[in-house]
């Protein structure tokens, strides 16, 4: 457990180090926000056996940290400093440290490089667009109309008149879109940890930052009108990319962001959606793997 001081007091974060390697140790941040780390349970699986040492870490106000019910904290500043103040406390500097982020922590992982790259060996942004605008468009234009035409006008119904506690909203989407686009699998063959993981969210911190909405940012909430799609340029460190076909995220989106990125790279999942690492591992760990290591050894 790591002390954050925060503007609201001093407040106790989860970290578990897997594995040791002394030139590659990647702080993995969840996403959400307010999930927790165990959306990576199977990375134990695949980067220990390759030497790579790996940090599982609950951000503030998910399950294994603290909880505050402070919504003064739920801002993306705030998580940058908290992510910083983890780095230090970890020992974790340029010559060995890795940010990886997926989906929301994509997000904090940009935001944390455009403040921090100087501490930054690598950085992977996972499953994340650039834009939550245009991940919104690709939502309601590409991925909605794969429904039956039915089941999505009535999710947009739902969203329309804000009746998110309509048990038909989640009733919906765990049939006709996750399944499809979060995690290729029927909903009871997932993984017992991602079932942990999404059982344990913080909805106090996801309705906050993001809204209720599977299809786009609610207004006013933290996150709304994010968009770093002229600043990736400006992060220099070796950088990758990761998408699936299958995405919650546009792929081409994505591909193009890995060449915005003055040292950018793109890995493809072609049987991965949002949670890659668990419907296409075996492009994905390779892929990933591949990266940390030719950067170890600045190839």
């Known amino acids: 457990m790591i002390p954050i001081k925060t503007p609201s007091g001093e407040f106790n974060v989860f970290t578990q ?6 030139s590659i140790k990647v ?7 307010g999930m927790t780390y165990e959306q990576y349970a199977n990375f134990k699986d695949y980067l220990p056996q390759e030497g790579i040492e790996f940090i599982w ?9 603290d909880q505050p019910s402070d919504s003064t904290l739920w801002t993306i500043d705030r998580f940058v400093d908290e ?3 983890v780095r230090v ?3 974790l500097n340029k010559d060995n440290f890795y940010l990886y982020g997926q989906s929301w922590g994509g997000m904090l992982g940009i935001e944390y490089a455009l403040q921090h790259q100087d501490k930054l060996k690598g950085l992977i942004i996972s499953n994340m667009m650039s834009s939550l605008d245009e991940y919104e468009k690709y939502a309601k234009e590409v991925l909605g109309p794969q429904m039956p035409k039915e089941v999505f006008a009535e999710v947009m119904e739902i969203e329309r008149t804000g009746d998110f506690e309509n048990p038909r909203y989640m009733e919906l989407l765990g049939e006709h879109h996750y399944p499809f686009h979060v995690l290729r699998k029927p909903a009871d063959e997932w993984p017992e940890a991602v079932g942990r993981a999404m059982e344990q969210i913080n909805p106090e911190v996801y309705i906050y930052m993001q809204g209720y909405s599977e299809f786009g940012i609610t207004p ?5 009108g994010w968009d770093r799609k002229a600043d990736l340029k400006k992060i220099t460190v070796p950088t990758l990319v990761i998408g699936g076909t299958h995405d919650t995220m546009d792929p081409a989106h994505m591909e193009w962001m890995s060449k915005e990125f003055p040292n950018g ?3 493809l999942c072609p049987n991965g959606s949002h949670l890659s690492q668990y419907d296409d591992p075996e492009h994905f760990f390779p892929g990933l793997i591949s990266f940390l290591k030719d950067v170890d050894q600045s190839r």
């Open 17 to 22: 180090r897997v594995g040791a390697n002394p």
């Open 27 to 33: 702080l993995l941040l969840h996403g959400g926000p």
């Open 265 to 267: 790279q793109f890995l």
């Open 220 to 224: 006013g909430a933290t996150l709304a």
């Open 89 to 91: 406390a970890l020992g």
């Open 57 to 65: 870490y609950d951000q503030l106000g998910s399950f294994h940290s």
């Open 83 to 85: 992510v910083e103040q």
